[in-house]
């Protein structure tokens, strides 16, 4: 593999199959991988190394703050108290750290 150096996958299910084809092909720490977002299947990539990190993004708060807002348009909110631009805080998982993240 002397050209490809890294890849990024944007999503989680992305981020799990680039994983299992990198290391099916024996490439586990030559290439590097960041991915998206966090679940359980990943943490043996992050374990044996074909997972370097992977840029988790809430779940959790992305889904409250979508009801919110919800709620405000459904009993007749106008456009002034719905944001249309929403800040969600993202997070970088490492080997390290993934534990923090996973259930």
């Given at each position: 593999c002397n050209i490809l150096k890294a890849?990024?996958?944007?999503?989680?299910r992305t981020t799990y199959h680039v994983c299992r084809i990198v290391k099916d092909m024996g490439l586990s720490g030559v290439v590097k991988i960041v991915g998206t977002d966090v679940f359980e299947e990943l943490i043996p990539f992050f374990d044996d190394g074909t997972l370097l990190a992977s840029i988790y993004q809430s779940?959790?708060?992305?889904?409250?703050?979508?009801?919110?807002?919800?709620a405000r348009r459904f009993t007749g909110l106008t456009g002034?108290?719905?944001?249309?631009?929403?800040?969600?805080p993202i997070g970088l998982v490492?080997?390290?750290?993934?534990r923090f993240y996973v259930s």
């Open positions: 890849i990024f996958c944007s999503s989680a779940g959790k708060e992305q889904g409250r703050e979508a009801l919110t807002i919800l002034e108290g719905i944001p249309h631009v929403v800040d969600m490492m080997k390290e750290n993934y």
